[in-house]
């Protein structure tokens, strides 16, 4: 046999040897050399390719595999750096272990399906779609497909003893089916269109792994690299993940066992400055999760509110239901506003709904039980620090129950449902009172906020804005209790749920009836002098009239106490003598800011005076039937008086006729008629 069918590795890259080129029948120009070395299975496929390859890179002529039929036993192959454009003539190659086809010009991979004891396999830098054709490549160890054309990774599972995969340079979007890989330890995908890193965790050996210059862009994107045990080699630069300031410690926190990243040694330093920032990443966390329980305790707090709201509305109670689904929260609802949303985003099942409903929840906001129980201590005093943060613009709970809510915002006091009226009646310290500007009443009726009226003004001096939304508000003498405020800049009755702002005349009753708060805007419309003026016209002189020809006993039940006392004041007389005491003058004083007349259009607080809630229902009964009685009688005599005139009507006629009839025949004797009225005049003085 000859020394080059005897030959175990042959080189087509080499220019010597032009004698055994022609014994091996290749009809080409490129020169072939025998080289018994054995090329390195290096760690590295960048270093093998390197090592494979002579220190001269230019490009040699040949344009198809020699034709090696006298060569069975060849080992070791090197086509790299040709013009070869399709791999055939080596399917008679069983023993062929290495096989380099390095920058050619190769589209597909057809040809080596019989290459069964390939183990070495170099396919980098050229024109290569789609990975195949390695169905029976058991044994192959390192498979360099670099710098192709490939967009995914597959069909390769069943390679079991693959130790090294370079799949850098290439058009791959995702990393999947790595699964049976059991051997790999060094994966090469640098330089792709890589967003997530994903089934590395089914690689058990992997120990270097290149993504460098790939489009990763948060370190939570490399959450999968945490399961891989054996990962000590990891490169990320040229990635958006990089610039971010706590890159290397995010990564750190993901791969503890990692030993270099981005060629660089991991110190202790770095791993301690990892640690730091994992726990203030999990207190972050903690404090996320606490947020998106309250959060949704907020929503629930506000959805039973307003389910009972409308149950009072439809004249049937509702129990709150706190571990139902709910379609359409307060937030969302048509009755509502959307601002700045605190609802959850997603709508949590009934499981959840129990496990953060206001009553069986075990992780209840810090604070929120306790001052809702606690109405006596000081949880607003101006030392606390919780509510001083609030008053500068966070927002802090005040009560929080199944189906009410107090919350300050800033400046802006926010009540839902009844119950968080009793914030309103807590000790409130003077810097966080005085923070507050804007108080707004949600989901509860309108007689059971008159009764906190007048203490609002002392709670809060700085109180400017009130802002009615659900309120039930529908006739204009509820507008009137607002006079107890004492001084208003702002008002704001939302349409939705008060009926009263589709009636004409409402604004018009509110700027005559609050003419001594001097409101500044109603709706977020400026009251005008032209406003003042039409108010003025309209209900000046109903309120004139009812002042004058009101009786005396029925204004004093229709005034206040104090306006009692003017009226009493001024119906004895009082006000007209001179020398009147200090006292007396103030007192009097009081009353110029709003006149009788706008004090009689007064709405009582609706069982105000009451002790409890029966007394309440009996004194409400006795002045209905009082009401209805007085109103009988009015309506009776309004009966009599039409049936009066309709008698004189028909009468007048004849009547008139008789008193004709009788001053005729008195003037007949003029000197007996004038003698006689002379006679009545002088009887009557």
Known sequence: MTQATQATSLDFESLENMEELARLHCHSRTIVEVTPARPPLGSRVGTCTSAFSSSRRRRHSLRDCPQLGTMERLQQLNLQHNLITTIRHLSHLHQLVFLNLYHNHISEMAGIEALSSLRVLMLGKNRIHRICCLENMSKLDVLDLHANQISKIENISHLSKLRVLNLAGNHILRVENLHGLDSLTELNLQCNCISVVAELERLPRLQRLFLSCNSITSSSELAGLGESCSLSELTLDGNPVALETWY????????????????????????????????????????????????????????????????????????????????????????????????????????????????????????????????????????????????????????????????????????????????????????????????????????????????????????????????????????????????????????????????????????????????????????????VIAAERVFGTLGHIAATETPRCRLLLLLEESRKRQLQFLLDGRGRRAGLSPEELRENGKLLGEGLSRALFNYPCRDGSADSPEEGAAESSERAAMTEQYLQDLVQRASDTNLKGEALHRLWPSMFVEMVRDCVLDMRDRVAYRQACLSRLSQTK
Request: charged residues 25%; positive net charge; aromatic residues 4%.
């Open 248 to 531: 290397k410690q995010a990564v750190l926190r993901c791969v503890l066992h990692l030993k270099q990243l981005d060629m660089k040694r991991i110190t202790d330093e770095d791993r301690r400055m990892a640690g730091v920032q994992a726990r203030k990443d999990e207190e972050k966390r903690k404090e996320t999760h606490k947020q998106a329980i309250h959060k949704e305790k907020r929503r629930l707090a506000i959805r039973n509110a307003a389910q009972q709201w409308e149950g009072v509305r439809a004249g049937q109670e509702l129990p709150p239901q706190n571990g139902a689904k709910e379609e359409v929260s307060p937030e969302n609802s048509p009755a509502h506003s959307p601002a700045q949303t605190n609802g959850l985003t997603q709508e949590p099942s009934p499981d959840e709904s129990r496990r953060v409903s206001p009553v069986s929840g075990p992780e209840r906001p810090t604070g929120a039980s306790e001052n809702r129980f606690r109405a006596n201590s000081r949880p607003n005093s101006p030392r606390d620090p919780k509510l001083l943060e609030a008053g500068a613009g966070s927002l802090q709970s005040l009560s929080l129950s199944d189906n009410h809510l107090a919350e300050l915002d800033g400046d802006t006091l926010r009540l839902f449902g009844p119950g968080a009226l009793e914030a309103l009646e807590r000790s409130w310290g003077v810097q966080t009172a005085g923070v507050v500007t804007t108080i707004t009443f949600r989901y509860i009726h309108f007689d059971t906020i008159v009764p906190t009226l007048p203490r609002i003004r002392v709670k809060f001096p700085n109180l400017s804005h009130l802002i009615f939304k659900e309120t039930s508000i529908s006739r204009l003498p509820q507008l009137a209790a607002l006079a107890q405020v004492r001084r208003l800049d702002q008002l704001t009755i939302h349409p939705e749920g008060n009926t009263v702002v589709g009636l004409s005349l409402w604004r018009s009753f509110l700027i005559y009836r609050l003419h001594h708060l001097n409101l500044q805007r109603i709706n977020a419309l400026e009251v005008t002098m032209n406003d």
